[in-house]
């Protein structure tokens, strides 16, 4: 099944660790992950955290068809084929 959603292409220019929960909540504005969330930093059991610095951002020109995907870890997803490859990617 494909859908239809906006497309394009985002260039990460390096990453972000954070080593404590009041370094990472100093940042929930960059970052966007509300505090009050599962995926939020755990105190006492989280001990360090990872955020994308983004360099910069393309809109395609128009919709795109999204390719099958998988769901491997949180907002992690693995593409599983591609319309008109020849074979799934591995």
Same mark, same amino acid.
């Given at each position: 099944?494909?859908?239809?959603?906006?497309a394009?292409?985002?260039?990460?220019?390096?990453q972000? *660790?954070?080593?404590?929960y009041?370094?990472?909540?100093?940042?929930? /504005?960059?970052h966007?992950?509300d505090?009050?969330?599962?995926?939020?930093?755990?105190p006492?059991?989280?001990?360090e955290?990872?955020?994308?610095?983004?360099?910069?951002?393309?809109?395609? /020109?128009?919709?795109?068809p *999204?390719?099958?995907?998988?769901?491997?870890?949180?907002?992690?997803?693995?593409?599983?084929?591609?319309?008109?490859?020849?074979?799934?990617?591995?």
């Amino acid at each position: 099944m494909l859908c239809l959603c906006e497309a394009g292409t985002v260039t990460f220019s390096g990453q972000v *660790v954070y080593s404590s929960y009041e370094q990472w909540l100093g940042d929930v /504005a960059l970052h966007c992950v509300d505090p009050d969330t599962p995926y939020s930093w755990q105190p006492g059991i989280t001990k360090e955290m990872f955020g994308w610095q983004i360099a910069s951002v393309q809109s395609a /020109a128009a919709p795109q068809p *999204v390719p099958a995907m998988r769901r491997v870890l949180s907002s992690w997803f693995k593409v599983l084929e591609v319309q008109g490859a020849e074979q799934p990617l591995q």
